[in-house]
């Protein structure tokens, strides 16, 4: 496949990508929400994974903690549109403990606590109560798309 350099970019959207990582291990300091650079995509294209008006950027993995899902080095497109009730649905979200930066997989359970897990056997999930969640945690996003180099076997 030939690249086309004639590529109609008008009908385009950029999404931000921060100067900041979240850590898929033992946790990054937030320091900046700095503009890096911004990636051009299709509205189609992002419309697979947001909704429509919805408000994106882009952050960077680090850490081995979700491997084999997201892989350190991995981009991350993150939702920032969404409620409190995204976290009931479940799903990977970036959020902040005690002002720690983390991607992590959140899953309420019936007794209305949260798991915070890794996908990473090495990791030991934590069950956290609804009321410390709600004093010392911070959803800042959810992720909808992560990609990153091939990797070896």
């Known amino acids: 496949m030939k690249p086309d350099s004639r590529r109609d970019t008008s009908n385009q959207v950029a ?24 990636f051009t995509v299709s509205p189609d294209w992002l419309g697979r994974y947001l909704p429509r008006g919805a408000r994106a950027g882009i952050i960077e993995a ?10 350190d080095g991995d981009i991350l497109i993150l939702n920032f549109s969404i ?7 479940g ?10 930066l ?12 949260i798991l915070i897990r890794s996908d990473n056997d090495l990791y030991e999930q934590e069950k956290v109560t609804r009321e410390f969640a709600d004093e ?18």
């Open 15 to 38: 999404i931000p990508r921060y100067a900041i990582h979240a850590s898929a291990g033992g946790g990054a300091v937030v320091l900046s929400e700095e503009v890096e650079d911004y």
């Open 62 to 71: 680090r850490g081995d903690s979700m491997e084999p899902t997201i892989a």
């Open 83 to 89: 409620d409190s009730s995204a976290v009931n649905d």
């Open 91 to 100: 799903g990977v979200f970036v959020i902040s403990v005690d002002g720690v």
């Open 102 to 113: 983390l991607v992590k997989r959140l899953q309420v359970t019936v007794d209305g606590h």
């Open 136 to 153: 010392r945690i911070t959803v800042h996003a959810k992720v909808v798309w992560s990609g990153g180099p091939i990797r070896r076997r």
